[in-house]
């Protein structure tokens, strides 16, 4: 159980490390979030809090989310996410989660969704190597054989083959913060982060020791 922040992914570029090293870093714009409600395990039967990313108006939302809204007496925010915490965690409806929940050297879990790329045959979508490309080879970039013809008869589930390449729920574990500026609501992390710019991701510190 972590908590963490909501935030945007705004591109990469390069900093400078006081021995002159450049590192390539992912900024993202992070918080500040809002609890939006709390949940117990008394009522919900579990801990968890749950955030607010990027104040919308209400009336452009949809009537139930409105209702949500005015039940827990919040501002209205275009993204909710909830994490869980732990037994009487001190936080209440209302409180501010701001960039000063991490530090530059905490490790970091970081979830984003993949950039789409579409339906892609089976190079691009799992790295298998082409055919012969001289003439009368007949086999550029198929498939080629995915199962026996009397036994099994079939072809396995999981099979590698072409069809829908990204656009998922992807999470990279154990990146570094390099840098945090709480003015801006930034975090610097090292390496590359899931998604496109202006993709919507949650940070938590990481649970791997």
Known sequence: MALGLIGKKLGMTNVFSPDGEAIPVTVLEVGPCAVVQKKTVDKD???????GFAEKKLEKMTKPIQGHFKNTNSKA???LKEF???EGDEYDVGAELTVALFEAGDKVDITGTSKGRGFSGNIK?????RGPMKHGSKFHRGVGGVSGSAYPGKVFKGKKMPGHYGNAR????????VDTRPDENLILVKGAVPGAKNGI????????K
Request: glycine share 6%.
């Open 125 to 129: 979508r799992w790295g298998f190597a």
């Open 77 to 79: 925010y275009a993204i």
């Open 84 to 86: 869980r915490i732990a």
């Open 170 to 177: 992807t999470t990279i574990k154990s990146l570094q913060i």
């Open 45 to 51: 039967g579990y801990s968890a809090l749950q955030l």
């Open 201 to 208: 991701i949650t940070i938590t510190k990481t649970a791997k």
